[in-house]
Structure formats: structure tokens, C-alpha cells
T-cell receptor, first 112, second 117 residues
Framework: QKEVEQDPGPLSVPEGAIVSLNCTYS??????FMWYRQYSRKGPELLMY????GNKEDGRFTAQVDKSSKYISLFIRDSQPSDSATYLC????????????FGTGTSLTVIP | ETGVTQTPRHLVMGMTNKKSLKCEQH?????MYWYKQSAKKPLELMFVYNFKEQTENNSVPSRFSPECPNSSHLFLHLHTLQPEDSALYLC????????????????FGPGTRLLVL
């Protein structure tokens, strides 16, 4: 079983839609949860960062962590064509070195 | 320059060539990483350096040789590569562990797209 599971998509939505992206994981020791956005032919860009459980909001983006279900989500409100990218989830434990575990990424296209 | 920079951005090499990838971070971080990104696969961690000391080597073939002369610079030396090594090679940096601040995550460079013929 992979450490982190993420549906690769592709996901295609109309402009203005609410987008929900999700990852599940198996390691209950994960404490740090991140979402990265990666445009074509670019490196991943940190979008959201959450420590432990709960919600975090930043503009049109909301990150949710449900540790009891080992499930994290990224919501994008009022999606824009500029949101078209691949979204990677990542997570790590607290005190075990520098190992970060990534999902495969979900490809999102927002259609004008 | 800000953030994490990588050169070259694109590289085409034959299987008998020797080349090097360079990464530089301007964030004052103490940990640096090399990742390989292939289509439809999760990022594969290759090497980790903390304070210039290598702490992780995830069973990477010896045809990839990392070098970290200081906390700001990281190199990946390549020799006798195979076509299956063609991928996007990403460098990242982060502060070392401690606390719960945002700085504990990684910041990536733009990557070097490598094609091995």
C-alpha cells in the first residue's frame, strides 16, 4: 500500500465551480500536511500548509485535515482558468528526519 | 535572486556523457534535497543533505552522485545515464526540524528537464 494515495484525475470543471481535491494516507504519524500547485514545466509551488488536524483558509483556498479518517482535502472556490495545474499533496512526520511523502498529483483544468 | 534556482533548465545528454545539475537556495535553509519526477508517479526522493551532510540516499544508482559544498549549493553529477533516467529533476530546500511553523515545509526550484538519448 502506498503511503499517500491521490486520484490523478484529470479533473475538468467550468470557471466559477468549487473544486475538491483529496488525498488519503496510511501513516497515522503524519503531522504536517501540504498542498503544492505545479504548473506545466515548472517546479511545485507551496500553496497551503497545515499542522495536525483542522481547517485553514487562504483566500479562495481551504485546506482540511481529518486525522481520524486519514484524509485531507483542498477546496478551491470560484475556480479560475489560472488555477489549471497539477495539485500535489504532501505530508511528513514530526521528528523523523526530512522525509516528505507525496501523492501522484491531480491534474485540474478550469474551462473558461 | 530569490528562492531556489536550478541550472540548466533543460539538458539533453547521451548515455556516455558526464554532466552536472546545479541548485542554489537563497532562503537561509539548512536542508537540501534532490527529487526525481516522472510522469504519473509521485515525487521520488533521491538525496537529502542537512548542514552539508548527506542523511538520506534512497537506493539511488551510483550513476547519480550528489555533492553539497555548503548549505546553499547542491549539485547532482550524472554519468553513464540510461534512457529511463529521463525525467524532471527537482531541487528543494527547507529549514531543519523544530517548532510548528510554516518554515518546516519544502520550497522547490523550477527543475531541470533531462532527456537521455
Amino acid at each position: 500500500q502506498k503511503e499517500v494515495e491521490q486520484d490523478p484525475g484529470p479533473l475538468s470543471v467550468p470557471e466559477g465551480a468549487i473544486v475538491s481535491l483529496n488525498c488519503t494516507y496510511s501513516n497515522s504519524a503524519f503531522q504536517y500536511f501540504m498542498w503544492y500547485r505545479q504548473y506545466s514545466r515548472k517546479g511545485p509551488e507551496l500553496l497551503m500548509y497545515t499542522y495536525s488536524s483542522g481547517n485553514k483558509e487562504d483566500g479562495r483556498f481551504t485546506a482540511q485535515v481529518d486525522k481520524s479518517s486519514k484524509y485531507i482535502s483542498l477546496f478551491i472556490r470560484d475556480s479560475q482558468p489560472s488555477d489549471s495545474a497539477t495539485y500535489l499533496c504532501a505530508m511528513s512526520e514530526r521528528n523523523t528526519g526530512n522525509q516528505f511523502y507525496f501523492g501522484t498529483g491531480t491534474s485540474l483544468t478550469v474551462i473558461p | 535572486e530569490t528562492g531556489v534556482t536550478q541550472t540548466p533548465r533543460h539538458l539533453v545528454m547521451g548515455m556516455t556523457n558526464k554532466k552536472s545539475l546545479k541548485c542554489e537556495q537563497h532562503l537561509g535553509h539548512n536542508a537540501m534535497y534532490w527529487y526525481k519526477q516522472s510522469a504519473k508517479k509521485p515525487l521520488e526522493l533521491m538525496f537529502v543533505y542537512n548542514f552539508k551532510e548527506q542523511t538520506e540516499n534512497n537506493s539511488v544508482p551510483s550513476r547519480f552522485s550528489p555533492e553539497c559544498p555548503n548549505s546553499s549549493h547542491l549539485f547532482l553529477h550524472l554519468h553513464t545515464l540510461q534512457p529511463e533516467d529521463s525525467a524532471l529533476y527537482l531541487c528543494a530546500s527547507s529549514p531543519l526540524r523544530g517548532g510548528t511553523g510554516k518554515g518546516e515545509t519544502q520550497y522547490f526550484g523550477p527543475g531541470t528537464r533531462l532527456l537521455v538519448l
